[in-house]
T-cell receptor
C-alpha cells in the first residue's frame, strides 16, 4: 500500500489557463475526496466520490471546476480559466467506505496562478 | 450548519502537557476526528472518537462528550516535532468539516 498520491506536486500557471490535477487513492478505497486549503485555514470540502459516482459538490465548486473518477480508481480535478483566487493547495483524500472511516490524505498539489 | 471552535494558537514547552479544546455544533454526528498537520504538509490522522470518553494512544489522548459538543486532544511529553496545527474534525454526515485548527508551537 503506497498511500494516496497526487500529481503534480506544484503547478504554476497564468491566469486564464486550464489546469488538471490527478489523485490516485489507496487501492480498494471506495471514497475519494477533494479539498482546497489556503494559508492559515483548514481544508475546505469540494466534492467526493463513492466509486465512480460523484455524490456531493460544495457550493465552492464553481462551474469552472469539474472532477471525474471514471473507473472508480484515480480521479482528476480540472480548473478552467484559472483566476488568482484559485491559488491554493488542493488535497485529495480517500477512505475505505463511508463517513466514519479515516480519511488518508495525499501530499497535495500546490497551485499558483500568476 | 456546522460550527467549530478551537483556540487559534497555543504555546507550550518541550516535555510539558498541553490540552487543545474543541467545541462544535453540527447538524448530525458520526464521530469526531483529530488530525495533525505540519506546515506545508497534508493532514495525518491522529484519533477518532464516536462514543463518550477518553481514547488513549501513546502520548496522545482524545476525549469526547457528545452531549456537550466538546472534545479535547491531550498531548503528553511534548516534543519539538509536535509543533503543528491540530484540526478538530466532526463528521456530521457524509463529509468532514474542517475548521482552521490550533497552531501549537513547542518551545525548547
Amino acid at each position: 500500500d503506497t498511500g494516496v498520491s497526487q500529481n503534480p506536486r506544484h503547478k504554476i500557471t497564468k491566469r486564464g489557463q486550464n489546469v488538471t490535477f490527478r489523485c490516485d487513492p489507496i487501492s480498494e478505497h471506495n471514497r475519494l475526496y477533494w479539498y482546497r486549503q489556503t494559508l492559515g485555514q483548514g481544508p475546505e470540502f469540494l466534492t467526493y466520490f463513492q466509486n465512480e459516482a460523484q455524490l456531493e459538490k460544495s457550493r465552492l465548486l464553481s462551474d469552472r471546476f469539474s472532477a471525474e473518477r471514471p473507473k472508480g480508481s484515480f480521479s482528476t480535478l480540472e480548473i478552467q480559466r484559472t483566476e488568482q483566487g484559485d491559488s491554493a493547495m488542493y488535497l485529495c483524500a480517500s477512505s475505505a467506505r463511508g463517513s466514519t472511516d479515516t480519511q488518508y490524505f495525499g501530499p497535495g498539489t500546490r497551485l499558483t496562478v500568476l | 450548519g456546522q460550527n467549530i471552535d478551537q483556540p487559534t494558537e497555543m504555546t507550550a514547552t518541550e516535555g510539558a502537557i498541553v490540552q487543545i479544546n474543541c467545541t462544535y455544533q453540527t447538524s448530525g454526528f458520526n464521530g469526531l476526528f483529530w488530525y495533525q498537520q505540519h506546515a506545508g504538509e497534508a493532514p495525518t490522522f491522529l484519533s477518532y472518537n464516536v462514543l463518550d470518553g477518553l481514547e488513549e494512544k501513546g502520548r496522545f489522548s482524545s476525549f469526547l462528550s457528545r452531549s456537550k459538543g466538546y472534545s479535547y486532544l491531550l498531548l503528553k511529553e511534548l516534543q519539538m516535532k509536535d509543533s503543528a496545527s491540530y484540526l478538530c474534525v466532526p463528521a456530521p454526515g457524509q463529509n468532514f468539516v474542517f475548521g482552521p485548527g490550533t497552531r501549537l508551537s513547542v518551545l525548547p
